[in-house]
């Protein structure tokens, strides 16, 4: 039941925009967001709720489809400091418990001057 | 400073000798919980615990033991480490609930010969 992402790796000109994807298999009541740079800890981004509800980053959107079960993430007016690898995560459970978070296996984005 | 400590951040060990690797967050989190990294499969959830003496299986949790007595810690204990069980391993914990997100330890890597 692990989220499906897409692309797996993109390379953007500084403002350039990219779109990465998150898709499951079952209903899901949130999507969670987090990038990782190389060497280091995967960073919060941002949740998006059922319902609509969002928080997280400032310069950083992202949609929910509940129907579809699938989430986007928008990097628009890339800047170098985008680079690094992004990841979604969905619990197991439906609903306001937690259980088990299973991440999607990443989108390696990289940002060129 | 809010944080999640791992300690040791690096442990070259040989097959079959215990170890333990600490974890403990000061942001009194019920939710706590430990991924492996391995390149191209992204974060793999081991185990989670969602308060005192609650712990459940993740995704791949053979191998591994984990115990919460206290609310602040959760130490993960590989009995008898084996080479496949090289990998970079993070701690996370959140407050309850899939609204709240992760934080992430510095990461401890893993080497068994």
């Known amino acids: 039941q692990q989220p499906v992402q897409s692309p797996q790796a993109v390379i953007l000109r500084e403002g350039e925009d990219a779109v990465i994807n998150c898709s499951s298999s079952?209903?899901?009541?949130?999507v969670h967001w987090y990038r990782q740079k190389h060497g280091e800890a995967p960073v919060f981004l941002m949740i998006?709720?059922?319902?609509?509800e969002q928080k997280g980053h400032e310069k950083i959107s992202a949609s929910f489809n509940e129907k579809k079960q699938q989430s986007s993430l928008y990097l628009t007016a890339s800047q170098l400091s985008y680079s690094g690898t992004y990841f979604c995560?969905?619990?197991?459970?439906?609903?306001?418990?937690?259980?088990?978070?299973?991440f999607g296996k990443g989108t390696k984005l990289s940002v060129k001057p | 400073e809010a944080q999640v400590t791992q300690n040791p951040r690096y442990l070259i060990t040989v097959t079959g000798k215990k170890l333990t690797v600490t974890c403990s967050q000061n942001?009194?989190?019920?939710?706590m919980s430990w991924y492996r990294q391995d390149p191209g499969l992204g974060l793999r959830q081991i185990y989670y615990?969602?308060?005192?003496?609650?712990?459940d299986k993740g995704d791949v949790p053979e191998g591994y033991k984990v115990s919460r007595k206290e609310k602040r810690n959760f130490p993960l204990i590989l009995e008898s480490p084996s080479p496949n069980q090289t990998s970079l391993y993070f701690c996370?914990?959140?407050?309850?609930?899939?609204?709240?997100?992760?934080?992430f330890g510095p990461g401890t890597r893993l080497t068994v010969t």
């Open positions: 996370a914990s959140s407050f309850l609930g899939q609204s709240y997100e992760q934080y």
């Open positions: 079952k209903a899901l009541y949130s």
């Open positions: 998006l709720l059922k319902g609509g």
């Open positions: 995560g969905t619990y197991s459970y439906y609903g306001g418990s937690q259980g088990n978070l299973i």
């Open positions: 942001m009194n989190h019920e939710y």
């Open positions: 615990s969602m308060n005192v003496e609650v712990t």
